[in-house]
């Protein structure tokens, strides 16, 4: 197939190309610069140059493809909007890219004992709102004729596959150790995230492709940790010994923003991957979040 992919040159947008691509498709992937450009070309990707608020470019890119990824943004919606009018009415695959952030709470590194699956009901957060919506009206247009899927990953690790090697939050942990000589959590550090592989995320997304029927919602994961956990495992590999050191709230906000320190580093956010696993034989095989800090892509930090 013929894929437009939002994203390309990010750390889930170039791994799901690379996936694609080793399976044969070919990805037109949209981008924003010519530097850029160049980089994902080097990948085997044809660039498209442009972004979220071009809505001509995305309609007429989504027309001409066989299937749209959008691993740009979970929530810019006119991007979404866009694309879904351009493909109604042709049963053609839009794949979206949500998170598991979704599930989160203001837990300030506090445990939490929540744990969602696919079908567990959803009250999101004041934050998150605004992407549940957005996730509920593109699922929906799978009335439109439209086959809608979306994969709402969680913890991202390892190294990616396209230009962008790095994901978000155990750089951003590893990153502050190195700052501060010490593995930093927001308060206790008993918050828990699942998390899952790059490899295998992008092995979900193939497979989300080919046989996702229209209005699914998956979750991405294959274990969890709590971020107590994921700092000793920085701190040791890092040569810090495994203790931790808590922070509050304000100095997380100090590091990485204030709705990163809320919504992501110092919440919960526990999913269970049951539709992957049992209605597209998803089996994620990669390292743990553990092992690869340890001695894996991490380990040279």
């Given amino acids: 197939m013929n ?29 924003r610069t010519e530097e850029k450009a160049s ?3 080097a990948k085997g990707i044809d660039p498209v140059i442009g972004d979220l608020d071009d809505s001509s470019l995305l309609v007429r890119e989504a027309q ?36 598991s952030s979704i599930v989160g709470r203001r837990d300030e590194g506090r445990y939490g004992e929540a744990v969602f699956n696919e079908n567990t009901p959803i009250e999101p957060s004041p934050a998150r709102a605004a992407r549940v919506a957005l996730n509920r009206d593109i699922l929906a247009s799978a009335e439109n004729g439209v086959r809608a899927v979306i994969i709402a990953p969680s913890l991202i690790y390892g190294e990616g596959l396209g230009v962008n090697p790095d994901s978000m939050q155990v750089p951003w942990l ?85 709705g990163p320190a809320n919504d992501t580093m110092g919440s919960n956010s526990r999913v269970r991957a049951l539709r992957a696993r049992a209605e597209l034989g998803w089996e994620p095989n990669g390292p743990s979040l553990i092992e690869e800090i340890e001695s894996g892509c991490y380990a040279g930090a």
């Fill in 174 to 258: 590893i990153d502050l150790a190195q700052q501060t000589g010490a593995a930093r959590h927001i308060g206790p550090g008993t918050n828990v995230w699942s998390n899952v592989h790059i490899r295998d995320l992008a092995d979900l997304y193939l497979l989300a492709l080919q046989n996702a029927p229209a209005g699914s919602f998956f979750y991405a994961e294959n274990g969890e940790n709590a971020m107590r956990d994921v700092c000793a495992a920085i701190g040791k590999t890092l040569g810090y010994g495994e203790g931790t050191t808590e922070m509050t709230l304000a100095e997380a906000a100090g590091h990485w923003g204030e």
């Fill in 64 to 99: 001409a493809a066989d299937a749209v990824v959008n691993a740009a943004s979970a929530d810019h919606r006119p991007a979404a909007e866009a694309m879904l009018t351009a493909l109604a009415g042709s049963s053609k695959v839009f794949l979206h890219t949500s998170g």
């Fill in 39 to 41: 980089l994902v070309r």
């Fill in 3 to 31: 894929i437009f992919l939002t994203g390309a040159s990010g750390y889930i947008g170039g791994s799901v190309a690379a996936r694609l691509m080793e399976n044969g498709h070919t990805v037109r992937g949209l981008l």
